[in-house]
């Protein structure tokens, strides 16, 4: 499966942004996908996942009320919808895919497939 995340750009404190995550292969319908950032000079950190049907979400508490991650099957495509953001928010955003269990979510070594990175600025 290939990744290919889009949307990013630079937006004003308080703002939103959409980023999507357009999936190849068979496997994104039965693969549980997530989003992870990583800011400079810091490790990669969990944002959350959503599950293979989307009716499950789960959000670290950094975004928990700000993000909404959805998903449409038909267009192999996920979303990452962000809203009120913060500069704490500046990161390359990356979207992941676990095509079967390998071990908690919120871990970047479980994930199978990974997209190229979208790059997310707030200004102040």
């Known amino acids: 499966v290939q990744l290919q995340a889009s949307g990013g750009g630079l937006v004003q404190t308080g703002g939103s942004l959409r980023l999507s995550c357009a999936a190849s292969?068979?496997?994104?319908?039965?693969?549980?996908m997530s989003w992870f950032r990583q800011a400079p000079g810091k490790e990669r950190e969990f944002v959350g996942y959503i599950s293979q049907s989307g009716g499950m979400t789960y959000y670290a508490d950094s975004v928990k009320g700000r993000f909404t991650i959805s998903r449409d099957n038909a267009k192999n495509t996920v979303y990452l919808q962000m809203s009120n953001l913060k500069p704490e928010d500046t990161a390359v955003y990356y979207c992941?895919?676990?095509?079967?269990?390998?071990?908690?979510?919120?871990?970047?070594?479980?994930?199978?497939?990974w997209g190229q990175g979208t790059q997310v600025t707030v200004s102040s």
């Open positions: 292969g068979r496997t994104f319908r039965s693969s549980v």
């Open positions: 992941a895919g676990q095509s079967s269990y390998s071990g908690p979510y919120r871990y970047a070594t479980t994930y199978d497939y």
